[in-house]
């Protein structure tokens, strides 16, 4: 009997590994989330697709630095994950990974859903592979996010004006804010604040949005449709002159902090957030979205909470740009962020499975939702959702976006992506303000860095 037993046990213990054995796995590597809702949200989509499939799911999160490392270090060694999303892959490696023949081609999933995409999102995704010299769709979208003004309302009344002062043509715009605002608030106060903070650090993806918004207002085209450079016609090298000026006049003019030269990330949203500075232009919704994560927060006091609030609701204006220099409305540029299956991934039957899955409006909106507005979505089902029209801040947003948005030209020629990872945009801001060369001799040089490394 013991030995029946026995055998019977070891049965149980072997039939049991086996069962463990054989789950089938799906390797997927996935940014960490601004919020900790937004991890949430997305831990709720994997288990119900754990559920309804079997699959078990091997969530790997990282930070967007540490993110940006592994996956470039798993392409290279030929093992990367089965499905990959990261904010950066957009900006930076799907364009190229699509053109070294790295990504594999998803236009069975993507085409059949297509119609669902707002204008101007799966566009981003179709992307060139040099092996087949064809597009094809070699991501998936999943949110975007443009460029916005934020001011604090409390303090341009400290400064004497209403928001119905503001002007709305380009030059008197930024003028008001530099020669008058400046100056009144700093009256009032007795203080140093600054107007306008403007991203100028070369370690700063804010500038590159911010200097690129300034040359689509003067009208500047860097690539045609096909991705051809058009940096040698003269109206181009016009415009970037004009933008540049522009941009570059508010620091000649102290009118925004001598520490922009050398601003990362998010330090233009610290200034406006310690109120050093009036206003500022930022991508999505991260400085309001801060503020009503304060006043969301229960670990904190009843106080801090309240700050939040009012903030939020009271105290900070989002809005859009001026009207051009030429009088026409302001266009946007809209970064959307993707994720990718790899050539080289080991299931790529279950990852398509999956992003199919995570991309069933069900699933994929609260995701987006759960960023507290910091995303705006790509579907045109969820951004109709009650949600973005809860309050003036994601109205602004709203509105903004179905006003139609223009994509970066990275979709068009994915060099663009290393033009501006080595950000030739603040280097020229850099020889102007720092060097004190001429905007001319800064452009000249801006265009030679961008035929070096696209032609």
Not at 94 to 110: H, N, R, T, V, Y
Not at 177 to 201: E, H, I, L
Not at 339 to 350: A, P, T, Y
Request: charged share 25%.
């Amino acid at each position: 009997m013991r030995r029946v037993l026995a055998a019977a046990t070891a049965l149980v213990i072997a039939l049991s590994s086996t069962a463990g054995l054989a789950q089938e796995k799906l390797s997927v590597w996935w940014e960490k989330g601004f919020y900790k809702a937004e991890d949430e949200a997305l831990l709720v989509a994997i288990k119900k697709y754990e559920a309804k499939t079997g699959i078990k799911v091997e969530l790997s999160q990282y930070g967007a630095q540490e993110m940006s490392a592994k996956l470039t270090a798993a392409v290279a060694s030929g093992a990367p994950p089965d499905v990959a999303y990261a904010d950066a892959l957009d900006m930076q490696f799907a364009g190229k990974w699509a053109f070294d023949g790295k990504l594999e081609d998803i236009s069975d999933l993507i085409e059949p859903m297509k119609g669902r995409f707002s204008p101007n999102t799966i566009e981003t995704v179709f992307l060139v592979n040099n092996k087949t010299g064809k597009r094809a769709y070699y991501a998936f979208p999943i949110k975007q996010q443009t460029l916005q003004v934020q001011y604090w309302k409390d303090m341009l009344g400290v400064a004497g004006f209403k928001e119905s002062d503001i002007p709305g043509a380009w030059k008197d715009y930024w003028s008001f804010w530099c020669d008058k605002v400046q100056p009144g608030y700093r009256k009032a106060t007795n203080s140093g604040v600054f107007a306008v903070g403007s991203p100028m650090g070369m370690e700063s993806s804010d500038a590159v949005w911010s200097f690129l918004s300034w040359a689509d207002a003067y009208g500047v085209k860097l690539v045609d449709d096909t991705g051809k450079l058009l940096v040698d016609d003269p109206k181009v090298k016009a415009g970037l002159v004009s933008a540049l000026r522009d941009y570059t006049a508010l620091h000649a003019k102290g009118c925004t902090p001598p520490a922009s030269t050398a601003w990362k990330d998010s330090d233009n949203d610290d200034a406006f957030d310690r109120r050093s500075v009036v206003l500022t232009h930022a991508r999505a919704m991260s400085i309001v979205a801060k503020w009503l994560d304060i006043a969301n927060n229960t670990a904190l006091s009843a106080e801090q909470r309240a700050a939040g609030r009012r903030a939020y609701d009271q105290l900070i204006a989002t809005a859009g740009f001026p009207t051009k220099p030429d009088g026409s409305p302001m266009v946007y540029r809209a970064s959307v962020k993707v994720g990718v299956i790899f050539l080289e991934s080991q299931n790529k039957k279950r990852a398509r499975e999956f992003v199919r899955f995570v991309l069933e409006e069900e699933n994929l909106r609260p995701y987006v939702e759960s960023a507290l507005g910091r995303w705006f979505p790509v579907t045109k089902a969820s951004q109709e959702s009650p949600f973005w029209k809860a309050d003036k801040q994601r109205e602004s947003v709203y509105y903004r976006f179905k006003a139609g948005t223009v994509p970066f030209e990275f979709t068009r020629n994915y060099k663009f992506a290393t033009v501006n990872g080595e950000n030739v945009w603040a280097r020229a801001m850099s020889r102007v303000v720092t060097d004190k060369v001429a905007v001319e001799q800064a452009v000249n040089e801006m265009i030679a860095s961008i035929k070096k490394i696209v032609n």
